[in-house]
């Protein structure tokens, strides 16, 4: 098998000699054929397989002809709108647009369309009126059923059916797209593909639906938010491929979309193979010209150990996308990986990650997730450890000394970040000197995300006194150890369950810190994760009970503001977030205040009080009038 790039044009097909392609792959990224990008994976998993693919990226959706180049491929097209949600690619939390895009050459904005899944879906659909479309990757993944739409505030569609496509793939697609390929290769027709695990499809008729789920229809959760958060909470619990359940959504009378189990979570020696194939490890050379794409300097030097998540943070869709049970490679294939870091021209010695979606995540939460699936309404570490939790860094160590011990590797850092959590419920302190020892450059970050224990259980992220462990633990080894290392955590800013109250003790914890964050991430609320259910319906879907979410973009302002109340182009919204609160105790001179009073003002101190929710919302009524 020749290593190169796959064919991007007709001559480049040609030059294969091939007279057509299997698959024409439309991706809103650029093409960079490297396995931190679905893209890539996919295509080479398909190529190992003995599958002609074409790659159409970034087609002018505005030309049916961007996407005619290879002429109608043999068995369908497939479709990813690229690493990222159009969506969030385009627009930030205050749906402002962004200047540049990172998976672009040049890092130039604006080379796809909002909701590509759709507009490429549509666009292909107008020239073939039968070929088979499947679509993927994290934007079809999220979207697979009715799911709240941030940008447009609406409730929208499953993506399958907005699309137009015949097939939608969710997880990451390594074992389905070869069962799916295989199936039309045979010649089975797309409509009969129901059969597949980690697929979602469309259909008339339930006759042929078994062992389902029926979710509330489409008109009932646009109908009642509290129907969407039941609705919701039924997928978050069946999302495991072992315990998780065929579903069934209705649109219409004759309508539905279903969604199969998801897919086996691959074995080691899979993983091992997936990331062996032949990958350029590159962007193609036609950006050169451009400046190359942005996106791979982060992860060209970075490797990639496991998959999935079992912490189980709400505002993440790990558990829908990636899953709760962790996948790993071996540390031959990863040490082989990196040896070949060694012999890059460009690389300088230096290892920027070893991780995934939790870098100290090696093995299940426990042994019989990979028999009997993960547990449906339990998490592994929130609100506590669980009594069954398996915790071992042993694994995770042996590979870290074997990177930092090849020849040309000069450090080995841990970026993709760790949880501390997890760290503190490990008996055995050796990680955590070695981390500190050999992995850490200065400053490890970490992600609180928050101190108040009301918002983080919304969060579902462990209560503030365990981060203090943490942070007391972090300290006295770089004391040990004689070294001068510090925490940045990753806060955020107006998640459901924020009220002004606890976005005032965030900035307190930092003024006691002395640390005022450079940057502050709002809540975004994507698609399917929980806390975007709790944005939408008021509701906790766990539990049903009523959240408190700070929705209007002035408070969501002065949220934003008091954790970064140093800045004096804050000053106005800190102190107007202050008196809403009734905690002007904190406007003065005093080394527990936050901001100073006005030149010559004289500031009557109130008693501190709990926040009133009612004050807050009278205040922009006020604004408003």
Known sequence: MMKDFLPVCKEDMEAR??????????????????????????????????????????????????????????????????????????????????????YTPGGVYGKRPDYATVVYGNLIRQTYKDVPIIIGGIEASLRRLAHYDYWSDTLKRSVLLDSGADLLLYGMGERSIVEVADALDSGLDIRDITFIPGTVYKTKSLESVYDAITLPSFNELKENRRKYAESFYIQYMNTDPFSGRRMVEKYGEHLYVVQNPASKPLTTAEMDRVYGLNYMRTYHPSYEAAGGVPAIEEIKFSLVSNRGCFGGCSFCALTFHQGRIIQTRSHESIINEAKAFTWDSDFKGYIHDVGGPTANFRHPSCRKQLTKGVCKNKQCLFPEPCKNLY?????????????????????????????????????????????????????????????????????????????????????????????????????????????????????????????????????????????????????????????????????????????????????????????????????GYDKKCLIRPRRGETVKKEEHRPVKKKAIRNIHKKKKK
């Not at 054929?33 to 890539?40: M, V, Y």
């Not at 002609?52 to 491929?73: A, E, F, L």
């Open 17 to 102: 000699g091939w007279d057509e392609v299997d698959f024409a792959y439309v991706i809103g990224d650029a093409y960079v054929d490297h396995p931190s990008f679905g893209h890539a994976i996919i295509s080479r998993v398909l190529e190992a397989n003995n599958y002609r693919v074409g790659i159409i990226s970034q087609p002018d959706w505005k030309n049916r002809k961007s996407i005619d180049i290879y002429g109608k491929p043999r068995l369908g097209f497939i479709i990813s709108a690229g690493n990222m949600d159009s969506m969030v690619n385009h627009y930030t939390v205050s749906k402002k647009r962004r200047h540049n895009d990172a």
């Open 391 to 587: 915790v071992d860094h042993q694994d995770y160590l042996e590979l870290l000394r074997k990177l930092r011990e090849l020849p040309g590797v000069k450090k080995v850092f841990i970026r993709s970040g760790i949880r501390f959590d997890y760290v503190n419920a490990d008996p055995d302190p050796t990680f955590l000197k070695e981390l500190c020892e050999y992995h850490v450059s200065g400053q490890l970050k970490v992600a609180p995300e928050h101190v108040a224990d009301p918002v983080l259980k919304r969060m579902g992220k462990p209560g503030n006194r365990v981060y203090r462990k943490f942070v007391q633990d972090y300290q006295r080894m770089n004391e040990r150890l004689g070294k001068k290392q510090y925490l940045v955590p990753y806060l955020m800013s107006s998640h459901p369950g924020s009220t002004m109250k606890e976005a005032i003790a965030l900035a307190e914890y930092l003024r006691d810190l002395g640390y005022m964050p450079e940057q502050v991430q709002d809540f975004y609320p994507t698609p399917s994760t929980l806390s975007t259910c709790m944005y939408y319906t008021g509701l906790d879907p766990r539990t049903m009970e009523p959240v408190y979410v700070p929705k209007n973009p002035h408070e969501k302002a002065m949220q934003r503001a008091l954790i970064q109340y140093r800045n004096p182009k804050n000053y106005e919204l800190v102190r107007e977030a202050l008196e809403s609160a009734h905690r002007t105790d904190l406007i």
